[in-house]
């Protein structure tokens, strides 16, 4: 151990993400789950599921989100609310609303859920459509009068991008008309799917700055009626957020399968085996696996973040970030300027901008499950057309 540094203690997990499944009607260019999740087909059952909520929350877990892939493609997902809510945890659904009938919200609010959190991709119906090659705004816009019909709080995300970062003030004009609450505008995370389109969907920095002098108006002009929550993208920052608060130390994800992750994009790092549910108690796997401790503390750190005095603050920042840019998740996250891979990011800015001067250089956009890529512009005669209830 460095004699300069002391271990952190490690604390209990407070939130549970219980990633019920990868399947989802929407086909989103920028989702997060892994590439190849097709490959692995198999999910945690009901008993199982409830057996991991058991054990997190004798752990420490307070919070438990459900969500996918689209958690609502699990037919037993009233039954895990149910249980989540005798548990105690405060309950959260972060859902496309692709399923969520009025029998099933019913259904729900019945069964204890505390808060729905709903994603739309834009606030024009053929954005909408587009990114998540479906045809579903119209269908969006029914569930967000069933979330205020059933008296929850109307909270809103909005993944946004080079193609919609444009029209964030259509996109909070459309949250307020919606009564929204919170509008939480989450700038891509360029991971899984995310990354494969990275050249397509990175901004440009004059997008990000016009996009925050809106959010600012607008936050002015509607004061406390709706919180806004807009974070400028990793890549135009100098400094790296504390991903995830720190690795291992407050979110415990579980995958479909039963893997359990210290963050969403976890499994995109090399070399790292992660336990599985089936396989280990939660109280293992929490304090004692190799993954959940490989990097908590300090002692991972190379410099300049070893004798940062920013460390306790950043945790070096994001390790999948540092993998996706350098090829070794324990370097610097490059969006440090003190980082020796700074340069990586700002090449990848400049390239998005001229990506952003001739839209029809380079590779097509892929879709979640398309493996024939298709350009933008290219779906209004195959977008999938979904169900209305």
Request: proline fraction near 6%; glycine fraction near 6%; aromatic fraction near 8%.
């Amino acid at each position: 151990m460095n004699a300069n540094s002391e271990p952190r203690p490690v604390t209990p997990p407070l939130w549970l993400l219980a990633e019920l499944t990868y399947k989802c009607p929407l086909h989103c260019v920028f989702c997060y789950n892994p590439l190849n999740y097709a490959q692995n087909p198999h999910e945690l059952t009901t008993a199982q599921w409830i057996d991991v909520m058991q054990q997190a929350r004798k752990l420490g877990a307070a919070q438990l989100g459900f969500s996918g892939g689209e958690p609502l493609q699990r037919n037993d997902l009233e039954a895990l609310v149910e249980e989540g809510s005798r548990l105690g945890y405060y309950t959260n659904l972060i859902t496309s609303g692709i399923g969520l009938t009025e029998p099933r919200i019913a259904l729900m609010k019945k069964a204890g859920l505390d808060h729905i959190q709903l994603s739309f991709q834009d606030s024009t119906k053929e954005m909408n459509d587009f990114l998540s090659s479906t045809k579903t705004f119209d269908l969006k816009m029914r569930v967000a009068k069933l979330i205020k019909q059933y008296d929850y709080p109307m909270v809103l995300n909005v993944v946004l991008h080079r193609h919609n970062l444009d029209h964030v003030g259509q996109i909070i004009q459309m949250a307020d008309d919606m009564g929204v609450e919170y509008l939480e505008l989450a700038n891509t995370q360029y991971y899984g799917w995310g990354l494969a389109n990275r050249a397509q969907l990175l901004p440009t920095r004059e997008q990000v700055t016009r996009a925050e002098a809106v959010v600012h108006e607008y936050r002015s002009k509607l004061g406390n009626k709706m919180r806004i929550l807009f974070v400028v993208p990793d890549y135009f920052e100098t400094r790296p957020k504390a991903c995830m608060n720190g690795w291992g130390s407050v979110f415990l994800g579980i995958a479909p399968d039963g893997s359990a992750l210290p963050c969403h994009a976890a499994k995109t790092l090399p070399g790292i085996v992660f336990p599985n549910v089936t396989q280990h108690s939660l109280h293992e796997i929490w304090y004692d696996s190799e993954a959940f401790n490989k990097y908590r503390g300090n002692d991972w750190m190379k410099e300049p973040c070893r004798s940062c005095p920013e460390k306790e603050q950043d945790f070096g920042g994001c390790r999948c970030q540092a993998l996706a840019l350098t090829g070794d998740a324990a370097n610097a996250d490059p969006v440090c300027d003190k980082s020796p891979f700074h340069d990586k990011v700002q090449r990848v800015v400049v390239h998005a901008r001229h990506k952003a001067a001739d839209p029809n250089t380079g590779e097509p956009i892929l879709f979640r499950t398309d493996a024939n890529s298709r350009s933008f512009g290219e779906t209004s005669n195959t977008a999938e057309e979904l169900p209305t209830s």
